[in-house]
């Protein structure tokens, strides 16, 4: 019968697909295998491109390493928010967000790769962290949703900026990157703005940025 509501084992089955469609995601997300769509902003390595000491290359690495955690962090959170998110347009920009995460997470790794480094050991745990809390999210309601979107990207832009003054000068490489990621998170937190983001509370945003320096801090080096 047209109209008729949905049966409650069909919207049950429906969630566990779409849970464990979030599990594969993740798997890919932290195997590195995951799609990506736009060619790393760096470019291919040039013969000219600046040779980095020992001690800048690990430098490098290190803030690379944090920057690839931060993307895995975004993914999940906007993964998780869109997950239970039931407002069409709010869930596309969520998923339009995560999808350009993708992105920065390639363009990451390969930085990573060519410094000679690798990925935190502690990813896992980071991805399931910021999934949880993105389904925390998406039972405040759309404005606090969206705010949780808009205060992640503000953050992230403060943590760039920091990023590209403490890499070293003649890493044009990691800068190239970085300055395209940060492009990037400004343009996702003006979307959730215009889409009627709402201020989060003040003890919430201080949390975020408690959890954010445990894992820069970490992350640096594990």
């Not at 979030?22 to 902003?41: D, F, M, S």
């Not at 803030?63 to 998110?85: D, F, K, P, S, T």
């Not at 967000?97 to 060519?114: F, G, P, S, T």
């Not at 009627?196 to 003890?203: D, I, N, V, Y």
């Amino acid at each position: 019968m047209t109209g008729a509501p949905m049966p409650a084992w069909h919207r049950r089955a429906g969630r566990l697909d779409a849970i464990l469609a979030e599990a594969g995601r993740a798997l890919q997300v932290l195997g590195g295998t995951v799609a990506h769509e736009r060619a790393n902003p760096a470019g291919a390595v040039a013969a000219d491109d600046p040779l980095l000491s020992d001690a800048e290359s690990r430098h490098a690495a290190g803030l690379m390493r944090v920057n690839h955690v931060g993307e895995i962090c975004a993914q999940a959170l906007y993964r998780g928010q869109a997950l239970w998110c039931r407002n069409e347009g709010v869930r596309r920009v969520l998923l339009q967000a995560a999808a350009e995460e993708v992105d920065h997470l390639a363009w990451c790794r390969q930085r990573l790769d060519e410094l000679h480094s690798r990925p935190s050991l502690l990813n896992p745990v980071w991805y399931a962290g910021a999934f949880g809390l993105g389904l925390a999210a998406s039972r405040a309601g759309v404005p606090y949703n969206l705010g949780f979107m808009a205060e992640t990207e503000r953050q992230v832009e403060e943590h760039l900026d920091g990023h590209l003054e403490a890499l070293p000068a003649s890493d044009r490489r990691s800068r190239r990157i970085v300055t395209q990621m940060r492009n990037d998170e400004i343009g996702h937190r003006a979307t959730a703005e215009n889409h009627g983001a709402a201020p989060l509370p003040a003890l919430v945003r201080g949390a975020m940025r408690v959890m954010s320096r445990v894992m820069t801090t970490t992350a640096y080096r594990i």
